[in-house]
């Protein structure tokens, strides 16, 4: 454990260099839950704190007296925590998982219950709380193949990080026959996707409409990692109106640059002028206006599924505003998703090569257009209810223990 800590350390102080809020998860400071007891959320990034709003007002609802914590490990899923999550007591940077740092707030804190969103297991963390008497749930829990294999290999060290969780609720069938070669069936049931349950944000969108007119070509390309803006950007039908929206805050200079550097007319959404000029993108560098822009286009594509080392991000978000999804093969991570969205014809999975032709034949055939939003709009609908599960889930375990 001494080599973990150390290499751990490393690798914090060199991704720091680029990453600040890594530095600062070193010396966050621990929230005072005036003696109430805790209940500590801890969402990765944007999806899954996005994904744990509708279960989040429920736990508030049932634990009132409760002080609410939430954490992520990073800059944009604590932004989006604030914005999402606008009733927790503190919010704050998961600390490092160093023994020494969750030590302490394991001790401090103690808390009743700690709930991780869908997957980030942290060996020292989970000891700590198990240690003071926490109980530890995941939810909407899942588990890829790959990691699966890589868990089953090393089956002693599986064995410790999960028996420190009580309880497994799980998105499906499939994410629980993996997690039954590294832990307990007892303590594994399925809790349901909890993006399936994300609603659509309210927006007013009058203010644009007089920039953008309804039938105007308008997409939104977003959570984009390099180099899927160049690729894309040189791919589209040069005709289009793009919101572009990279996924990480850290390259909105870094986007603009290449926009320029490719003569593409743009501007950016913090220097948005009363009137649009012959600007066709628009590069959305403030966070939380992806409701705008999907209200706004009549479909978005949604990246980090270009990038074979990404593996996608929520392609159902879209639908909840009645447009369509596209996205790329490499979608590991959303393979529920995936077929969801296939099976219900609310978007088409594309490459590279593929996606000019498969827009032009989108936006020159209206019938095609209807039918993908109609089924978007009805896929947003369905499925609904793994949050109310997952909390009844939640306080049955609770009354036992």
């Given at each position: 454990?001494i080599?973990?800590d ?13 990453k600040?809020?890594?530095?600062r998860?070193?010396?966050a ?8 007891d805790v209940?500590w959320i801890?969402a990765?990034?944007v ?5 744990v709003k ?9 634990h009132?007296?409760s ?7 990073t800059?944009t899923?604590?932004a989006?925590a604030?914005?999402?999550?606008a009733g927790a007591?503190a919010?704050?940077y ?9 030590r302490r ?16 297991f ?8 198990k ?6 749930i995941?939810?909407?829990?899942k588990l890829s193949?790959?990691s ?15 028996d420190?969780?009580d309880?497994?609720l ?12 590294v832990?307990e069936?007892?303590r594994i049931?399925?809790?349901?996707n ?6 659509p944000?309210p927006v ?18 977003s959570c ?12 589209l ?6 919101f572009l ?9 870094e986007v603009?640059?290449?926009?320029e550097?490719?003569n593409i007319p743009?501007t950016?959404?913090t220097?948005?002028v009363?009137k649009?000029?012959?600007?066709r ?5 403030a966070?939380?206006?992806?409701p705008?822009c999907y ?5 978005a594509?949604?990246?980090g ?8 991000h929520?392609i159902?978000?879209?639908?909840m505003y ?12 959303q ?16 490459t590279?090569?593929?996606?000019a ?9 209206p ?8 089924a ?6 369905s499925?609904r ?7 009844q ?9």
């Amino acid at each position: 454990m001494i080599l973990y800590d150390l290499i751990l350390l490393i690798l914090t102080l060199l991704v720091s260099i680029k990453k600040r809020y890594h530095f600062r998860r070193l010396f966050a400071p621990i929230p005072d839950s005036l003696n109430k007891d805790v209940i500590w959320i801890h969402a990765v990034s944007v999806g899954e704190t996005k994904s744990v709003k509708t279960l989040f007002a429920s736990l508030q609802r049932a634990h009132p007296d409760s002080f609410f914590l939430v954490t992520t490990t990073t800059e944009t899923g604590l932004a989006e925590a604030r914005r999402s999550l606008a009733g927790a007591d503190a919010y704050s940077y998961l600390p490092i998982d160093l023994r020494w740092i969750v030590r302490r707030w394991a001790q401090n804190l103690r808390p009743k219950l700690f709930i991780m969103v869908e997957s980030d297991f942290w060996p020292n963390l989970l000891a700590a709380i198990k240690k003071t008497g926490g109980k530890t749930i995941l939810v909407s829990g899942k588990l890829s193949v790959r990691s699966a294999r890589r868990f089953a290999r090393f089956k002693f060290f599986s064995k410790k990080l999960f028996d420190r969780i009580d309880l497994f609720l799980l998105q499906n069938e499939e994410d629980a026959e993996r997690f039954f070669h590294v832990a307990e069936r007892g303590r594994i049931q399925i809790g349901g996707n909890l993006k399936l349950d994300y609603k659509p944000v309210p927006v007013d969108t009058s203010e644009w409409r007089q920039k953008i007119s309804p039938t105007e070509r308008a997409i939104t390309l977003s959570c984009t990692h390099a180099p899927e803006e160049e690729e894309l950007l040189a791919r589209l039908p040069q005709d289009l109106f793009v919101f572009l929206a990279p996924r990480h805050p850290e390259r909105f200079d870094e986007v603009a640059r290449l926009l320029e550097k490719k003569n593409i007319p743009f501007t950016r959404w913090t220097k948005l002028v009363e009137k649009r000029g012959g600007e066709r993108v628009v590069l959305v560098d403030a966070m939380g206006q992806l409701p705008i822009c999907y209200s706004l286009s009549r479909l978005a594509i949604v990246a980090g599924s270009f990038n074979p080392n990404v593996g996608g991000h929520n392609i159902l978000e879209p639908c909840m505003y009645g447009i369509p999804t596209f996205f790329g093969s490499h979608m590991f991570s959303q393979k529920e998703l995936v077929a969801r969205v296939l099976a219900a014809k609310a978007g088409m999975q594309v490459t590279y090569e593929t996606l000019a032709p498969v827009l032009e034949t989108f936006f020159n055939t209206p019938s095609i257009e209807t039918e993908m939003g109609t089924a978007a709009r009805a896929l947003a609908e369905s499925g609904r209810g793994a949050s109310a599960a997952t909390l009844q889930m939640i306080e049955r375990f609770l009354e036992k223990v």
